[in-house]
């Protein structure tokens, strides 16, 4: 995969990427979730590693196992991924924001099992916290890599994401598309960057698509130093 050079683009440079989706629990068997099955996320981890960083992977409940050499954090809801991503935020020089987050949760949890009535039900759902914006509020140091799933105006809403969560690079996917989005193997991907511009790619592997993102994030981390 890579020449001499590449092998060393992330060494000695701290990465945490956020995997997978969440689980928001509405009593002790059931929860929201999402379709996310976090093949792009450690496809990011596994090729940050090989790119010579030391690597964390904050991961919500998925099928795969965790690339050999990086620090695995297995967690469940947005809350507790927020709160292990804040737990080595401050020391990170690259923070990849690939896990599909809830965007709400059930107001109430249940301690027992709900039973069944007649008719219909509603639950209610509340915000969760925006991980991103919120690593963007706080930022230092760090370079902030989003990612925006959409299934139309990928553009438009990919250079908003960019300004409200304060990052300096949105990966964004047209998820209607074949071979993009979750679950295969492949993805098609658009780099939108601070300085306006946007580089679109040919379908690819999720792993050659971590490779492009890697690569374009440690230009940039190179030049802000
Ligand atoms: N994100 C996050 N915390 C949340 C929701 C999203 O950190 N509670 C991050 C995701 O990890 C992703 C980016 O924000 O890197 C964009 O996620 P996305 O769902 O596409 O955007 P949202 O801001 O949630 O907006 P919407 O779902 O309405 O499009
Ligand atoms: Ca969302």
Known sequence: FFDGKEKKLLSGKQVIVTAGPTREAVDPVRFFTNKSTGKMGYAIAEAAYEFGADVTLISGPVNIAPPSGVTICH???????????????????????????????????????????????????????????????????????????????VEVYAKRKLESKNADMIVANNVKQEGAGFGGDTNIISIFHRDGTHRDFEKMTKKEAAVQILKDAAVRIGEAE
């Open 75 to 153: 967690v469940e809801s947005a809350e507790e991924m927020f709160r292990a991503v804040m737990d080595v935020y401050d020391g990170a020089d690259l923070v990849v924001k690939t896990a599909a987050v809830a965007d709400y949760r059930p107001r109430f949890v249940h301690e027992n099992k709900m039973k069944k009535q007649e008719g219909s039900m509603t639950i209610e759902l509340e915000r969760t916290r925006d991980i991103l914006k919120t690593l963007g509020e706080r930022k230092t140091n760090q370079f902030l890599v989003g990612f925006a799933a959409e299934t139309n105006d």
